[in-house]
């Protein structure tokens, strides 16, 4: 099987990007590691603060957040980094050639039962202008991105990870610490008989996903004459892998909540990457108004409504609109 490396060099990535994704990757390991050990460890359960978004931190968002911000501000390949995690953007190193935006723990609240978590990253190039503590280079749409994967913390450490040049998947052989391609440029299957979408906010949701989600529900007697099947894993990570996997629809649409939360995922380091995995495969990514990667972001958390999944299914949602 393909080592990490030589799959990285195929695809014509730079060395110092593959030597960034290569530390990037040793904190996940160690990541991984922590996650396993659960009670065993004291790393379950909440900390009695609360991140930038509002959300009560469970332990081990800080400490993978501690972990990817370590080994990437030591490595000297990144400028600055932006996090979920963190309120600024934290300054690295003033010759780095990267920014790098995380999710260092996605589906947090899965921790609590042993469930699927994982981390979610996007690379892009810090501007030579750049003061490492200046936010507004993070600005620029994922359109720019130079690489984005995530990493999922399931019965298999699994890796899916783009630079452009399709979508990878990888499984951490832990016998000796690598990352080994298990399936390269997976392709989303076009079609589909399946969605994922946290129903219990149907009543705020806007009428074209009212609609789509209505004629979804109506099955085989419905206008799209077909059963579908309906999953929510609770973490994105887990969701957008089982779409990457056999295809389907995830979505977290706008939202009439609250005018400041537009979806509740965060473009930088939860949306744009897995649209970029996607459309690596094949698939398509949305916001309902237009392609994920093309959003521009006016500030590092930004949120944004996610259509993402199989091609077709994705545009005849955007019918819907
Ligand atoms: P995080 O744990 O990083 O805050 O992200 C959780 C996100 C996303 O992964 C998931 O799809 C969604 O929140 C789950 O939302 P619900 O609470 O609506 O199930
Ligand atoms: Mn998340
Ligand atoms: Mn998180």
Redesign the pocket.
């Known amino acids: 099987m393909k080592r990490l490396n030589s799959q990285l060099q195929k695809d014509g990535a730079p060395l110092e990007l593959i030597l960034l994704i290569r530390t990037l990757l040793a904190g996940c390991k160690e990541i991984s590691f922590r996650v396993s050990q659960g009670a065993l460890a004291g790393v379950l359960g909440s900390t009695l603060s609360e991140n930038v978004q509002g959300?009560t931190q469970k332990k081990l968002d800080v400490i993978s957040n501690q972990i990817l911000k370590d080994i990437l501000k030591d490595s000297g390949y990144v400028k600055a980094i932006s996090s979920?995690e963190e309120d600024d953007v934290v300054p690295c190193h003033p010759d780095g050639k990267y920014l790098v935006s995380f999710?260092p723990?996605?589906?947090?609240?899965n921790t609590e039962i042993n469930s699927l978590i994982g981390t979610i990253f996007s690379i892009a190039h810090a501007p030579q202008w750049m003061e490492p503590d200046d936010p507004s280079a993070f600005l620029q749409p994922g359109t720019q991105m130079v690489a984005a994967g995530y990493v999922l913390y399931g019965p298999s450490t699994m890796l899916a990870m783009t630079t452009g040049r399709g979508t990878h998947l990888y499984t951490l052989d832990k016998t000796h610490g690598g990352f080994l391609v298990t399936q390269a440029n997976i392709q989303v299957p076009e079609d589909t008989a399946e969605f994922a979408i946290?129903a219990s906010?149907q009543r705020h949701w806007e009428e074209p996903i009212q609609n789509y989600i209505g004629d979804l529900m109506a099955g085989a007697d419905g206008p799209r004459g077909k059963d579908y099947n309906m999953r929510?894993v609770?973490?994105?990570?887990g969701?957008i892998h089982r779409v990457l996997c056999r295809g389907g629809i995830f979505m977290?649409p706008f939202d009439k909540r609250n005018p400041k939360k537009p979806g509740?995922?965060r473009l930088l380091y939860?949306a744009n990457p897995m649209a970029f995995l996607m459309e690596q495969a094949g698939g398509l990514a949305s916001t309902g108004e237009g392609r994920i990667m093309e959003v521009m972001p006016s500030e590092i958390h930004q949120r944004v409504p996610v259509l993402i999944g199989s091609k077709n299914e994705v545009a005849k949602c955007l019918e819907y609109y």
């Not at 723990?105 to 609240?109: A, K």
């Not at 609770?234 to 990570?237: D, I, L, S």
């Open positions: 959300e979920e999710d723990l996605d589906g947090s609240s946290n906010n929510w609770a973490a994105m990570v969701d977290y509740k995922l939860e």
